[in-house]
């Protein structure tokens, strides 16, 4: 078992910034994934981005290309989404997960999930 532990959500005005953090218990195996996925009030859970821990590569949902970036420390499992330029439309419990595939950017595909933290963003 895989626990996840997001914090860094609150109130922002537009146009400002927050950085989320999630904690992971331990990694899921050699080639997991950890991502950020979003769900705004009505909406369904949608990718936001993803760090495969094997390579290092980095994934984006295009809506958050240039403003968000994720980025991991592996020695204590820990990765971070910083946002930057947030929009009203940016509003939405943030959750954390972890996958035990490579690169993955399906809701499906994830194993672990974390409780979420509220982002808000006013105009």
């Known amino acids: 078992q895989v626990q996840l532990v997001e914090s860094g959500g609150g109130l922002v005005q537009a146009g400002g910034s927050l950085r989320l953090s999630c904690a992971a218990s331990?990694?899921?195996?050699?080639?997991?994934?950890m991502g950020w996925f979003r769900q705004a009030p009505g909406k369904e859970r949608v990718f936001v981005a993803a760090?495969?821990?094997?390579?290092?590569?980095?994934y984006y949902a295009d809506s958050v290309k240039g403003r968000f970036t994720i980025s991991g420390d592996n020695a204590d499992n820990t990765v971070y989404l910083k946002m930057n330029s947030l929009a009203p439309e940016d509003t939405a419990i943030y959750y954390c997960a972890a996958s035990s595939r490579l690169g993955v950017r399906m809701v499906n595909d994830y194993n672990y999930w974390g409780q979420g933290t509220q982002v808000t963003v006013s105009s």
């Open positions: 760090l495969s821990w094997y390579d290092g590569r980095t």
């Open positions: 331990r990694h899921t195996g050699s080639r997991d994934t």
